[in-house]
């Protein structure tokens, strides 16, 4: 015990925590913090005692959830003295906040508040002293029973037959007729506090343009965000045994049939499934999709924004679902496994209800068909909170009441979320670009990144490739070649000297872009020409598709003159983009760099020979496929 206790903490608390501490005659309240799921919440509510000199905050981990990685970087993040459990035990508090029900709750010694870490409580989970549960042998072997409802049963909210908390906060008076039937002991502990993580996201729906913007949708695109909550049955899980594992076909076909200048693709993954498996072995699982384009949003701080941003989700039976549901944003089910939830709760009427994917059908059409003909079911928005707006008002009241101390006397707020740092598409993968020269003069141009197969539609194609692609193979097929960055990178040198470099090492590439800011790129033709491509005000599109238009109006024979004079249309989808084209100095170094010819039909199909598929009738088909 003793090598424990040197473990504690000795200031705010500790037993001469007097003598070191400045403000001594504060009352303590305890945030218990069982994983980062649950921590998410309780970072909700801690605004709530901002500005009150008489409450030292303490934060403590149960260390009984078996999520434990990224709890030690969470709670240091906060800033707030972090008690051992074992102290947390032995220190009296006025107030001690849970949004678990993990860990020796019945011990703290204070008065004991538990919030939802979700919408309500709806997940069947057993609790960890019951293990697996029987409800007898028979009829060939052992009969599971459903495990009791989180968070609405006696086998979690009871100790001895005695509520183990003073307090349980619900969201909706659904919940409370559910907790009525299930746990009668614990009915007089409930009180109505609403959901403050529903309430930020709300605040901030005004914002939702910026949020789109940070997380790099463009006019015109349509962002898909994928969600998965934690466990085998999830979207993201593999079945337990069923083989029934529909997300790696879910997302080549994301980044093959979604034309990536008209879709976005995104996805927010339950804290569980990245602490449990580590960050790293999300990113090597999603590698592939991600050098396609995929977004991968930080689970703790921009999953709320990216939830406002959505034009589509693609979820399950996770709680980041049905707010989107309450959003009226449309939805599609790619797992729905009732057996998990309480068949009482809202959340499962929604899943009977709901549109699910039809793994075997093109995923363009039931995502535009869904988002044309959608009507928001009222259940989500009407059940996800009975007071929208109103949690910080309930929770600070019900927080102080427990405590027997006045509240402050500022206005109850929580805190706004955040804008999200710039994320930018980044492709590095191959691009089939589709290209139709209209008058104008006009381009249309579909791009498709790493499709499984080739894509159909009409006019030419081209295969246009990052030069950080991970495959170098694809830069010998490449027609156009580009990469990202600041004009004055001393790696690249100038953007003209780049591209020169570049024409020169490929001898296949017609032509190099390097992409100088979101609205422009310097271009180099196979003839020496040098332009800069400049997006007029209205346009917003990414550069590199400007440069793959470039290439395609000068395949079709036409003239740089037109363009220079002119400017180009480049059209993306249902949506136009004017592009000013101006003549660009040449750099000293550039003039010495050897051109070469222009490569001959011949030419391409001897390089699409040694990798790629055989080209179609009047039209050349690059691979795309590493």
Not at 151 to 174: K, N, Q, T, Y
Not at 234 to 255: C, F, I, K, R, Y
Not at 311 to 316: L, N
Not at 521 to 550: F, I, K
């Amino acid at each position: 015990m003793d090598e424990e206790q040197d473990q504690w903490i000795r200031v705010p608390v500790g037993d001469d925590a007097a003598r070191w501490a400045t403000r001594v005659r504060c009352r303590r309240v305890l945030f218990v913090v069982h994983n980062v799921t649950s921590a998410t919440r309780l970072l909700d509510v801690l605004p709530l005692f901002h500005d009150d000199l008489g409450v030292q905050l303490l934060a403590t981990c149960t260390g009984s959830s078996a999520f434990r990685s990224g709890v030690a970087d969470l709670l240091a993040h906060t800033g707030l003295p972090v008690l051992p459990w074992e102290q947390a035990l032995a220190t009296p508090v006025d107030l001690a906040i849970s949004a678990s029900f993990g860990g020796e709750l019945a011990a703290i010694q204070g008065p004991l508040i538990v919030l939802s870490h979700g919408i309500g409580y709806t997940k069947r989970l057993a609790a960890p002293s019951i293990g697996r549960q029987l409800a007898g042998v028979g009829g060939g072997g052992e009969v599971r029973v459903a495990p009791p409802v989180f968070g609405l049963s006696p086998d979690w909210l009871l100790s001895e037959g005695a509520p183990i908390a003073d307090a349980l906060v619900l969201s909706h008076p659904e919940q409370f007729d559910r907790l009525a039937v299930s746990c009668p002991e614990a009915l007089p502990t409930a009180v109505l506090g609403g959901d403050p993580c529903f309430d930020r996201i709300l605040a901030a729906h005004p914002y939702r343009d910026r949020f789109r913007r940070a997380l790099g949708v463009r006019c015109g695109q349509r962002l898909v965000l994928l969600n998965s909550t934690w466990g085998p049955q999830s979207l993201l899980g593999n079945g337990e045994g069923t083989g029934d594992d529909a997300l790696p076909a879910l997302l080549a076909q994301l980044t093959s049939e979604l034309p990536s200048d008209e879709y976005r693709i995104a996805a927010v993954l339950h804290p569980n499934i990245w602490h449990g498996h580590g960050p790293g072995q999300i990113r090597a699982w999603l590698d592939r999709a991600r050098r396609a384009g995929l977004a991968l949003i930080d689970p703790l701080e921009d999953w709320r924004q990216a939830l406002l941003a959505a034009d589509v989700v693609i979820g399950d039976h996770g709680s980041v679902t049905y707010y989107a549901a309450a959003l009226g944003t449309p939805v599609l089910l790619g797992a729905t496994p009732l057996d998990s939830l309480d068949p009482d709760a809202p959340i499962a009427d929604f899943i009977r209800t709901a549109p699910g994917l039809d793994a075997l059908a093109p995923l363009r059409g039931q995502v535009d068909a869904l988002i044309e003909s959608h009507i928001p079911q009222p259940g989500p928005m009407r059940f996800t909170s009975s007071v929208p707006g109103e949690a910080a008002v309930l929770l600070r009241r019900a927080f102080y009441g427990l405590m027997a101390a006045p509240e402050p006397p500022g206005p109850a707020l929580l805190l706004p979320l955040p804008l999200p740092d710039p994320e930018p598409a980044l492709r590095t993968a191959p691009l089939y670009v589709l290209t139709r020269v209209l008058a104008g003069p006009e381009v249309v141009v579909t791009r498709y990144t790493d499709p499984a197969r080739e894509p159909a539609g009409a006019g030419d194609a081209h295969l246009a490739v990052h030069e950080d692609t991970r495959d170098p193979g694809q830069l010998g097929l490449a027609e156009v070649v580009f990469r990202c960055g600041v004009p004055d990178d001393p790696r690249f040198g100038p953007p003209g000297r780049w591209a020169a470099e570049v024409l020169d090492r490929h001898p296949h590439c017609a032509l190099a872009a390097y992409v100088t800011g979101p609205s422009s790129c310097v271009v180099r033709t196979r003839d020496g020409a040098l332009l800069r491509l400049t997006a007029g005000a209205e346009a917003d599109a990414d550069p590199a598709v400007y440069a793959s238009a470039v290439h395609a109006w000068l395949a079709a024979g036409r003239t740089l003159t037109v363009l220079v004079e002119d400017g180009l249309t480049v059209r993306t989808g249902s949506t136009d983009h004017h592009v000013a084209v101006a003549a660009e100095a040449d750099g000293p170094a550039a003039g010495g760099t050897r051109q070469r010819p222009s490569p001959t039909p011949a030419d391409r199909s001897t390089a699409h020979a040694s990798g790629a598929d055989t080209p179609r009738a009047g039209r050349r088909s690059p691979r795309t496929g590493s």
